[in-house]
């Protein structure tokens, strides 16, 4: 930039210009011509371009968010003040906090079935800390998941008028309810902050770390959606003892994604201490004899999660390890509503994708069986009579029509080890299909 050079056979000049604010005045100026200057200087630029056909304009703008997601106990206790002030400071334990003196307004959506075990609690705690609230109930479920239910929440928060930067929305429930209050608030005054507080295991490590907000429409899985992170996720795994056994292994379902595609260790924690995971609701502190906790199987797959995401958190690179148990599930989770579970289908997916792999040469029989049995250890389903060669066809053409002509498979190549193919032929698929539903099927 800042030079002269032809484009087309015509001359174009092209200037870069920084952006200084004076009192209350942006202005453009040309690069060094401010050099010394105290005014403040934005981190946007302005290319201004002449040629023979007239001027353009190129602004060059950098988004930053900085989101926290933070392990935190006793959440609703009264004492902490982490809901209402964590996004602002560093978080500090219930013991030490002081409660707030000015009175807040908070917007609340809660899931209908998170309040009906919580709801005591949760308003006993806005109610001690002075908050002036609205609490919303909704009934966030797969099948309600539209713009008519984000309509819905725009319209009471509307009513209800909050500080559109100092007064963030909470989101207290389950993945669907996330999405949907993350899209209802991405779109009210063009973006409200937001906080998510999942209470079930799958939102726990999965739907609250992201920046990904969503609905369905037209029949798909999140057609519609927006980017726009939190401004803090609160997770308190206490959460998790009052959510069913089922929704347990369903979010398992992610952890074991991110223990296939990234961490050899987490595999064998979910491999060995499975069942024991199930059983203590990820409250149980210790496995037996070892180190290994609840907490620190969630922290792996939150972090590898993490490590994924934040790179690549608008997901401009569509190589991500993270859609593996993606590319199918979508479609059949969609196709069988309410039967199964978002993890439920993810799984699925993963299972004949191991398969795949199988017949690829990429994993051993060893290995494709111990990740079988794994899966079948965590009370995920493995196979599902839905699941045709057809609806598998379909997804992935549909994955290479809004992928830029690839489907972007990711494959494990072993445990913990995962790579991105772009190239498996109809032939592995189909037989490694037959020989999924041969030995799965039963």
């Known amino acids: 930039m800042g030079k002269v050079h032809l484009l087309n056979s015509a001359k174009e000049k092209t200037t870069e210009y920084n ?21 403040c200087i934005s981190a946007a630029k302005i290319y201004e371009s002449l040629t023979e056909r007239g001027t353009s304009w190129t602004v060059v703008t950098p988004i930053i968010f900085s989101y926290n997601v933070t392990e935190t106990h006793g959440l609703l206790d009264p004492r902490n003040s982490t809901l209402l002030t964590g996004h602002t400071h560093e978080p500090q334990q219930a013991d030490t906090l002081t409660i707030p003196t000015k009175t807040t307004k908070r917007f609340v959506v809660v899931d209908q079935e998170v309040y009906r075990i919580y709801g005591t609690q949760i308003t006993e705690y806005f109610e001690a800390n002075n908050v002036t609230y609205k609490i919303l109930t909704l009934p966030t479920t797969e099948e309600n998941k539209s713009m008519e239910m984000v309509l819905r929440i725009l319209e009471e928060l509307n009513s209800f008028s909050i500080d559109r930067r100092t007064e963030p929305v909470i989101a207290i429930g389950g993945g669907v309810c996330l999405d949907i209050v993350g899209m209802a608030a991405s779109l009210y005054r063009r973006r409200t902050p937001y906080i998510r507080v999942p209470t079930t295991l799958l939102s726990y490590i999965d739907a609250s770390v992201g920046a990904k907000t969503g609905v369905n429409f037209a029949n798909c899985k999140n057609k519609l959606g927006a980017y726009i992170p939190p401004v803090a996720t609160y997770l308190d795994l206490s959460f998790v003892k009052t959510v069913s056994r089922r929704h347990i292994s369903n979010g398992m379902a992610e952890m074991l994604k991110m223990a296939l595609m990234k961490h050899k ?43 994924e995401l934040a790179p690549n958190l608008w997901e401009d690179d569509l190589n991500r390890l993270v859609d593996f148990g993606h590319l199918i599930s979508p479609s059949l989770e969609m196709s ?15 299972a004949y994708m ?18 079988i049995g794994c899966m079948v250890g965590l009370e995920l389903p493995v196979w599902h009579l839905a699941c045709t060669m057809e609806l598998i066809q379909s997804s992935l053409q549909d994955r290479l029509k809004h992928s830029g002509g690839l489907v972007r498979m990711p494959l494990p190549m072993g445990l913990g080890i995962a790579e991105i193919f772009n190239n498996t032929s109809y032939e592995i698929l189909n037989s490694a299909y037959e020989k999924w539903c041969n030995e799965c099927s039963c």
């Open 354 to 371: 191991v398969y795949v792999s199988w017949e690829r040469g990429l994993l051993t029989a060893e290995e494709k069986t111990r990740i």
């Open 19 to 39: 952006l200084v604010k004076v009192k209350s005045t942006w202005t453009c100026k040309e690069k060094h011509s401010h050099a010394g200057s105290t005014a």
């Open 336 to 350: 069988v509503l309410p039967s199964l579970l978002h993890g439920e289908a993810v799984n699925i997916d993963m």
């Open 265 to 307: 260790e987490l595999f064998e924690i979910l491999e060995k201490h499975g069942q024991h995971l199930l059983d203590s609701k990820f409250q149980s502190d210790v496995f037996d004899s070892s180190s290994q906790s609840a907490s620190h199987s969630t922290r792996l797959a939150i972090v590898t999660m993490l490590e």
